[in-house]
């Protein structure tokens, strides 16, 4: 299983972007997404998450700008980020907790995709 992340970029502070993250491999099925940041010098953070159901999330430093969601037949998942400010500056990564059979699922991480928010 794989998770690969997509739609980093440099974007100025107000502007917005997408994260894209898609799973591949052999799965059989996909439980919570999410994703999550780490700034220079600081821990991992949890930034939004999303339940198969569609259930979600937040930070509370992200709510009211930022939105997740997933597009299930493209074992697909989304962050649209809006109203960027500097702080949002980070390497964004996805998780998803996805089961290889009935029986067993694992949390994977995609590799990050860098968001640098220029004041």
């Known amino acids: 299983v794989q998770l690969q992340a997509s739609g980093g970029g440099l974007v100025q502070a107000g502007g917005s972007l997408r994260l894209s993250c898609a799973a591949s491999?052999?799965?059989?099925?996909?439980?919570?997404m999410g994703w999550y940041r780490q700034a220079p010098g600081k821990q991992r953070e949890l930034v939004a998450t999303?339940?198969?159901?569609?259930?979600?999330n937040y930070a509370d430093s992200v709510k009211g700008r930022f939105t997740i969601s997933r597009e299930n037949g493209k074992n697909t998942v989304y962050l649209q980020m809006n109203s960027l400010n500097a702080e949002d500056t980070a390497d964004y990564y996805c998780?998803?907790?996805?089961?290889?059979?009935?029986?067993?699922?694992?949390?994977?991480w995609g590799q990050g995709t860098k968001v640098t928010v220029s004041s």
């Open positions: 998780k998803g907790n996805i089961g290889g059979s009935r029986w067993y699922a694992s949390d994977y």
């Open positions: 491999g052999s799965i059989f099925d996909i439980n919570a």
């Open positions: 999303i339940t198969t159901a569609g259930t979600t």
